[in-house]
């Protein structure tokens, strides 16, 4: 699901970004760059719920603040891993920074709320689509209708899965995430996305990684990517397809976190599931299902198995 900014300045005072959940359908590790950066393929979509970013204008400025920035709070069930971040890691504020030099524009004036529903460190793209939605937010707070191509720059600078979360739209990604073509024909799909509630580092993943590297799909079918620029037309089809590749990082991230493979276990046995699978470094996984009646069902039954686990369901496109 795109982005969506809701202006309400003239009701409210403020304007409201979506940060939508990034799911890799698949993910293949195809080479390493010599600096260390691995190169990637990957089929990515975004859910329609996630985190939000919220701008309203600043009451009161400090002349004191060192080094001057916007203000910043969060809010929602994972705010706790983000209290006492330093400025130089909250890529929110980075964002905000980044974007207010390049525009020539005071960002001490604003006071930016991060509502955080989405788990940290779960392989869904939290962090960096919160990025992304800030750096929408503020174009257009700001009224400076720059297109894409020349946000793009900025979002490749603050992390590689960025550009893609920009664009928010199925898309086959290539490089270290910076080459996004997005498809036509996107379907809408039932998905259901389960986290254990334990964080999973993606530097760690990657270490614990074994074997080689899997053979580039340019190679066998260009740049247009697994469907030729176009989306299946049927989720029997989608998955059909799907059901050729792999996740590359699944097996080490279930060696690291058991967790993984529990549930995927009990994401494969519930009524219409037809693919699950675990989305980016993990801990997070999804199933696509048959109708959103039967996503539903099956959150119900998994909540009621595992209170502890954080379990959602919604449309992915």
């Not at 004036?109 to 940290?120: M, N």
Request: charged share 15%.
């Amino acid at each position: 699901m795109p982005i969506t900014i809701t202006d309400t300045r003239h009701l409210e005072g403020s304007l409201c970004v979506t940060a939508p959940a990034k799911v890799n359908l698949f993910l293949h590790v195809v080479g390493k760059r010599t600096d260390g950066y691995h190169l990637l393929e990957t089929l990515v979509g975004f859910c329609d719920f996630g985190d939000e970013i919220e701008i309203t204008k600043r009451s009161k400025t400090d002349p004191q603040m060192r080094p001057p920035t916007a203000h910043f709070s969060v809010s929602g069930p994972y705010a706790g891993a983000l209290d006492g971040l330093p400025p130089e890691n909250n890529l929110v504020l980075k964002a905000t920074q980044m974007l207010g030099q390049a525009a020539d524009q005071d960002i001490t004036s604003l006071h930016i709320h991060l509502k955080k529903a989405l788990p940290i460190a779960a392989g869904i793209g939290g962090g960096s689509a919160d990025a992304a939605a800030t750096l929408l937010g503020l174009n257009h707070w700001w009224g400076l209708d720059w297109p894409l191509s020349r946000l793009l720059p900025l979002a490749e600078h603050l992390g590689a899965d960025v550009p893609m979360c920009l664009k928010s739209a199925l898309s086959y990604v290539t490089g270290i995430g910076e080459d996004v073509y997005p498809l036509e024909n996107a379907l809408s799909l039932p998905i259901v996305l389960v986290n254990p509630n334990i964080p999973l580092s993606t530097p760690q993943v990657f270490k614990a990684r074994q074997g080689g590297f899997t053979d580039s799909l340019i190679s066998q079918l260009g740049q247009a990517g697994p469907f030729g620029a176009m989306m299946p037309e049927t989720m029997t089809m989608l998955c059909e397809a799907l059901s050729k590749w792999h996740n590359d990082l699944e097996p080490p991230a279930c060696d690291l976190e058991p967790a993984i493979g529990i549930i995927l276990s009990k994401l494969s046995a519930q009524p219409g599931c037809q693919i699950a699978r675990m989305s980016g470094s993990g801990a997070t996984c999804f199933g696509l299902f048959e109708s959103m009646a039967q996503a539903s069902q099956a959150v119900h039954a998994l909540r009621a198995e595992q209170p502890n686990w954080w379990v959602h369901a919604g449309a992915l496109s």
